[in-house]
């Protein structure tokens, strides 16, 4: 075990799924020379060589859709889009042609593509390297999204998704990057695609997050903890499509009270798709309403600090909505 | 009747029975196709769209293809091409009928959407021109691997109107890769003509890619075939790729659902059919005495024997259940 | 068949109740949540709405009878499959907040002295029984209705399989609602305790209807709530039992006044509380009570029981009724324990949040309703205790010192008390303690 950031992490497992199978490679803009803007693929390319590691032109639907030609011919592409927020000219490839390859051709044709994107609000990051794109992508069946928050699940979870016979979003959130660190096993592992985890066991509320926000949540879980002897079981989706209901309803009825908290904007998003899944099907478990936490419906947090913070729901908040909820 | 080689097939290096799987295929095509609309318009089949003008630029292109070896990204009027590479009437028919047995999609996409897993023909979409990068990326993989597969890629002329065709084309440029783009230029994008859709020519668009730029007789199945081979064989030689603009005309409405007396003359499309590539390529045979009444009846008769086999299975062959719509949204394993 | 219905347990530490009175007969046909009897505890006085809606077959207790909680009361034959066919409605609650708010120098307050509103709220119930259901009437529910009625999805699941009245379950969650943690606790100690004994059968007496007033065009008939009704009981019953006695000083608290001006801002800050006079007033009234303790004591029919614990009830005007308190051991918190507490009850009482337990146990009453600009009023005495006292307005007013005209902040402070229990005499002596020690404030002095 050695402590690695979230970055880190993910670099690593992509390095090892390189030097284990051969058809795996990566490609995306910057993300050769320069090791990635993010420096995700540091030293790749010197290990694995420009056709393995290749800088495309800076043409989204040309990244995706080269990955998918790729993947139906004998190789597990790594496309990265280098910010969520310029993935919307790939959104053709990605949702009409990937996520539908195997089901248009009756299971014939497969996708085994991984896209790596990097999400979530960072300071400086403003409209166009900030947004949390989820939600667009979780009403895509045969498409995988996954996002998972910390490193070990991190390197873990991009491994499956590489050996992964469909398509799979791959999103990071990149104020986690470095902000994150944990002990990372050394040896070969995955993590399964599909499986939420439950970091924290509690019989007081339940709290569904990812991201940013699942990490602010756990301090506040502590604290709550702590201070007033609130326990709260905090649930981590990883996988946020196809959702694994069992786990998220397991808590809910347990604790009969869900906070579902996220970044993303509220109207239309995966939280609401959660709190609509608790609704229906842990009715009769429910001891109070199902409440969301989320960014307001506003484009995209801001470049300047004040309006970010405001965008991004913080310790206070989260604090605030898990009381509320508790002392329901 | 004597087998001689022809000049023009000796030009295409093509021998006599070559040249008559050509003008069987161009047949077969053109039989289904005209056979798909009498069931359409009966009321049997829901939809079609159509290959017909086509046919000598898709059998042409296609019958130097190594069928399961290189890929084929084909579009929705490739029906001269996956009947080339293998597909048969009956796969045609159980598609157009939506069976269970339909070999492209089992019943899930409409009709001109090709798959076939075994003859590399990847499936098709019906969003315009996302098959380019798709084709480029499976350029990339053969040349990574250091093997001599080569991509097919087609499309109509309204295709390169859109950014992934230009994308595509500059990738395969920037790396060299063993892809052939085969524009099928019917000169029409439903209503709309040609010259509003194409500023200067499609095949001069090549250059500004670093890639060689062809434009050919599209009604002209040897000068097709002669330009796709040169193709494909440059782009096994490692030489990259080749843009193929064929120029033809579209004979029939743009689908079944398409009434194309509101945007253009009779006149014009009887002009057209003059010039129809099935009806050249068979007066060339008879001039070269490779076709004459007795074999053409015979050959015609063989198609329509296959093309009726192929309707009476296709309409006797079980729907898929309802609940295999529920079926295959994820690849397991 | 008929399903019994039982005593239910109208707070953490009660185990029996008494039936006060029963609101149906024999033979009656009852809505669901339509009151069946009224129910006096130690804590509180309640009714008691039905859990379900059918036919009485039987009254199994007669009025005036005490039975532990869970005891059979009643026998109804129950509706149809006995699903809940029309949940209790009820006009949405109001906004506690006075139209008149209270000044910032005393919560607001109420005495006999001003009428109190009565507007048939299903509110006021939460605060005496905890859980009420609607009348049947009208109107979309509230969320706050909803809450105390149906709680949640698993409270209501948890209840039917249980059969429990979620009703009888004491609620600490928002409101008041029954928690899932709530019914569990409450569903596990009921497993605990032994099954109740059947109560004694006795035919139950019906009071005659009372004599009713004529009612003209354009009047407004208001049924009584339940708080409304149990002030209305204990006030009768106060003043039919108790001699009552009165007598009032008035009190120079000029210092008072500017000590408070000197320190409210940094107090506030400091401690987060708003320091009204209230807490001053009780504190001294303690001091007094210290003194003179006849004042803290029960007429017990051939003695008088002395209290030793201080309890202080204070009264809080909520619009609509009154509701008393109580500050236990107040003579072991200093100034800023009794503005905290006093702060905390008040809250609680304006968000209609008391427990049974906290509006019990008083053993004398502190009332201002100075608060709402009152200079004389005739407090009644807060049956059993022995005497109450209410704090006026302060008001300047030209005041004769050392011969001359002076402006003076002045108060006036009364007692009502038993005379049974003692004379005004002690009564004097005890107000002009309480007097001198609020004079002997000045804008220097400490706040302990």
């Known amino acids: 075990m050695t402590t690695k950031s979230l970055l880190q992490a993910i670099g690593e497992g992509l390095a090892e799924e390189m030097r284990s199978d051969e058809s795996v490679m990566v490609l995306g803009e910057d993300v050769g020379r320069a090791g990635g803007v993010f420096r995700v693929t540091e030293g790749l390319q010197k290990e694995f060589g420009p056709e393995r590691v290749m800088d495309t032109p800076l043409a989204e639907s040309l990244i995706v859709g080269a990955a998918i030609g790729l993947s139906v011919n004998g190789m597990r592409p790594v496309a990265e889009i280098q910010f969520a927020d310029f993935i919307p000219p790939a959104f053709d490839q990605i949702v009409n042609e990937a996520a539908r390859f195997y089901y248009r051709s009756n299971g014939a044709w497969s996708c085994p593509l991984t896209i790596r994107v990097p999400y979530g609000a960072v300071h400086g990051g403003a409209l166009y390297h900030s947004q949390s794109v989820e939600a667009w992508f979780c009403n895509t069946p045969g498409l995988k999204v996954v996002a998972p928050t910390y490193p070990a699940d991190a390197k873990g979870m991009l491994k499956s998704a590489i050996r992964d016979p469909n398509p799979v979003l791959f999103l990071e959130h990149k104020r986690t990057y470095r902000l994150i660190k944990e002990d990372v096993p050394e040896e070969d592992y995955a993590v399964p695609l599909g499986e939420a985890r439950v970091h924290r066991e509690g019989d007081d509320i339940t709290v569904v997050a990812y991201g940013l926000v699942l990490h602010t949540a756990l301090e506040v879980a502590e604290k709550l903890s702590g201070e007033q002897g609130i326990e709260v079981e905090v649930v981590e989706p990883r996988t946020l499509y196809p959702l694994d209901k069992e786990t998220i309803l397991r808590s809910a009825k347990k604790t009969g009270k869900v906070l579902i908290a996220s970044e993303a904007n509220l109207t239309g998003s995966v939280s609401g798709e959660i709190a609509a899944v608790v609704a229906a099907e842990a009715f009769e478990w429910l001891d109070g309403p199902v409440m969301r936490l989320g960014a307001p419906d506003v484009p995209a947090a801001a470049f300047a600090k004040p309006m970010l913070d405001f965008f991004v729901p913080g310790e206070m908040e989260i604090e605030a909505a898990m009381l509320e909820l508790a002392r329901y | ?333 | 068949m008929a399903t019994p219905v039982t005593m239910p347990r109208l707070g953490e530490s009660v185990t029996e109740g008494t039936i006060a009175r029963w609101l149906k007969a024999e033979g009656d046909e009852i809505e669901k949540d339509e009151p069946l009897c009224e129910v006096d505890t130690d804590k509180v006085n309640a009714e008691l709405p039905s859990p379900y809606a059918g036919r009485i077959e039987k009254l199994l207790i007669s009025e005036g009878t005490t039975v532990d909680v869970g005891t059979r009361i009643a026998l109804v034959t129950v509706a149809g499959a006995g699903e809940d066919v029309d949940p209790g409605r009820e006009a949405p609650p109001r906004e506690d907040a006075a139209a008149e708010a209270p000044t910032e120098e005393f919560p607001a307050a109420g005495t006999e002295a001003q009428p109190v509103a009565d507007e048939a709220n299903g509110e006021n119930q939460r605060v005496v029984a905890r859980a009420r259901g609607g009348d049947g009437r009208g109107e979309i529910e509230s969320a706050e209705t909803l809450r105390l009625t149906r709680s949640s999805p698993v409270v209501r699941r948890l209840a039917g399989e249980h059969g429990v009245e979620i009703a009888e379950v004491p609620g600490t969650g928002i409101g008041g609602r029954v928690t899932k943690k709530d019914i569990e606790s409450y569903i596990e100690e009921r497993e605990a305790a032994p099954a109740a004994a059947e109560a004694p059968e006795a035919p139950p007496e019906r009071e005659a209807p009372p004599e009713r007033v004529e009612v003209y065009e354009g009047d407004r008939v208001v049924e009584l709530t339940s708080i409304r009704r149990a002030i209305a009981d204990r006030m009768s019953a106060s003043k039919r039992e108790v001699p009552h006695a009165w007598t009032m000083v008035e009190v120079d608290v000029t210092g008072l006044v500017s000590l408070r001006e000197r320190v409210k801002n940094e107090f506030v800050e400091r401690e987060g509380v708003r320091l009204t006079y209230l807490p001053f007033i009780v504190r001294v009234v303690v001091e007094g009570l210290k003194e003179y303790p006849v004042l803290n004591s029960v007429w017990d029919g051939d003695r008088i029981v002395v209290r030793k614990r201080i309890n202080i009830g204070v009264a809080v005007d909520l619009e609509d009724a009154l509701i008393v308190p109580v500050i236990p051991d107040a003579d072991e918190l200093n100034l800023l324990g009794l503005a905290r507490r006093i702060d905390e009850v008040v809250e609680k009482a304006r968000s209609r949040q008391l427990s049974p337990d906290e509006v019990a146990g008083g053993t004398f009453t502190v009332n201002n309703p100075g608060a709402l600009g009152s200079v004389v009023s005739v407090p009644i005495i807060n049956h059993p205790q022995a005497a109450i006292l209410s704090a006026e307005a302060i008001v300047k007013r030209p005041v004769i010192m050392n011969d001359a005209i002076a402006i003076r902040s002045m108060m006036n402070l009364e007692v009502s008390f038993d005379h049974r229990v003692t004379d005004g005499g002690v009564v004097l002596r005890f107000l002009n303690a309480v007097k001198g020690r609020l004079e002997g404030y000045g804008p220097e002095s400490e706040l302990g």
Request: aromatic share 8%; hydrophobic share 35%.
């Open chain 2, 1 to 333: 009747m004597a087998i001689k080689e022809t000049r023009a097939g000796r030009e295409a290096h093509l021998g006599d029975d070559d040249l008559l799987k050509i003008y069987r295929y161009m047949l077969l095509a053109r039989r289904v196709d005209e056979r798909s609309w009498v069931l359409n318009r009966q009321g049997r089949a829901a939809f079609v769209v159509s290959c017909q003008g086509h046919e000598a630029i898709q059998v042409g292109a296609a019958y130097s293809l190594r069928p399961g070896y290189d890929y084929v990204y084909p579009y929705y009027r490739d029906l001269g091409i996956t009947l080339t590479l293998g597909q048969t009437a009956r796969d045609q028919f159980l598609s157009l009928l939506a069976r269970r047995e339909d070999p492209n999609s089992a019943g899930r996409q409409m009709p001109g959407h090709y798959s076939s897993r075994e003859l590399n023909i990847v499936t098709a979409s019906a969003p315009v021109g996302v098959q380019y990068p798709q084709a480029a990326g499976t350029a990339l993989a053969f040349k990574m691997r250091g093997e001599d597969g080569v991509v097919l890629t087609c499309g109509g002329e309204a295709s390169t109107s859109g950014g992934d065709w230009h994308e595509a084309m500059n990738f395969a440029g920037i790396h060299g890769l063993p892809v052939i783009f085969l524009i099928e230029n019917n000169s029409y994008a439903i209503s709309v003509p040609e010259k509003m859709q194409i500023a200067g020519s499609i095949a001069g668009r090549a250059a500004g890619y670093g890639i060689p730029g062809v434009e050919v007789d599209g009604n002209d199945v040897l000068a097709v075939y002669k330009a796709a081979k040169e193709a494909f064989e440059r782009a096994r030689g490692g030489d990259g790729p080749t843009l193929i603009e064929a120029k033809t005309y579209r004979l029939t409405a743009h689908s079944s659902d398409d009434d194309d007396r509101r945007y253009r003359e009779r006149e014009e499309i009887e002009e057209w059919r003059q010039r129809d590539p099935l009806v050249r390529f068979e007066r060339y045979l008879e001039e070269v005495e490779l076709l004459d009444e007795e074999n053409k009846e015979e050959i015609e008769a063989g198609i329509k024997a296959e093309v009726d086999e192929a309707v009476e299975y296709a309409e006797s062959a079980p729907q898929a259940s309802p609940e295999e719509a529920l079926d295959l949204v994820y690849a397991e394993g």
